[in-house]
């Protein structure tokens, strides 16, 4: 008899909880979607916010209105957001009113470049991203004759630079001239020929140490040109007077 007891109360317990996931379910499905919240992650660039990427969203044909739970598909919103060329990452969350919530992540341009026929960006993973209508960080641009091809040279040289607090803050911008890369300094009105990126290394610490024990002496204003170009000499062009 107390087996027969026990069975039954564990059938009922089981059967109050299938009505309660088929009663949740089925409430679920009939809500309405709502967009909760957008939450852009902290970042020093601000390509992004809501009203931007709710117009987005409006030309990618996205739409909240009277959509129910069960038509809503979480991983096209996720694809269609990713799709926005200043997004990084995309997670979208809902719960069992139907409310969505969004995070997102933007990405992180390192460098400019500016060619003959184009602007762009490379980003912190070193791929192309298209320029904004609405915000411009203040980085090192590349510019002169730039093809794909100087992308891994041009990212890597940046993320060599952005490693140490005195060139981040010194290099303004890089200069692609015939097979010449030329440096032009934030401070100094000269430009540093580096040749090419072979050695860079050793070519920026070769220049570190002459700025620290000839500038001083001979002034900032004291040359026209730093070549870095010849190995392990430093050769300078006086400024003409």
Not at 87 to 98: A, R
Not at 125 to 153: C, R, W
């Amino acid at each position: 008899m107390n087996q027969v007891l026990i069975i039954f109360k564990w059938f009922l317990v089981i059967s109050i909880l299938l009505f309660f996931v088929i009663f949740t379910n089925h409430s679920y499905a009939n809500e309405d979607i709502s967009l909760n919240k957008i939450q852009i992650k902290k970042s020093v660039d601000n390509f992004i916010n809501q009203k931007i990427l709710m117009l987005f969203l409006e030309e990618k044909s996205f739409c909240f209105d009277s959509v129910l739970a069960i038509n809503f598909n979480k991983e096209k919103l996720e694809e269609v957001l990713a799709s926005h060329y200043a997004i990084k990452e995309v997670e979208v969350f809902t719960n069992q009113k139907g409310d969505i919530d969004v995070i997102i992540e933007q990405k992180k341009p390192i460098v400019r470049i500016k060619n003959k026929s184009d602007d762009y960006f490379l980003d912190e993973f070193g791929d192309k991203m298209q320029l904004s209508d609405n915000y411009t960080p203040n980085l090192v641009v590349a510019t002169g004759e730039i093809t794909s091809e100087n992308h891994f040279d041009i990212y890597s040289f940046i993320m060599k630079i952005n490693e140490s607090e005195f060139w981040n803050a010194q290099i303004a911008q890089i200069h692609f001239e015939k097979d010449m890369i030329l440096l032009i300094p934030r401070v100094g009105n000269h430009k540093i020929n580096l040749g090419s990126f072979y050695n860079v290394s050793t070519k920026l610490d070769n220049l570190y140490q002459f700025y620290k024990s000839v500038m001083p002496v001979k002034g900032w204003q004291a040359y026209s040109e730093i070549n870095l170009s010849f190995n392990n000499q430093i050769v300078c062009v006086r400024k003409k007077k």
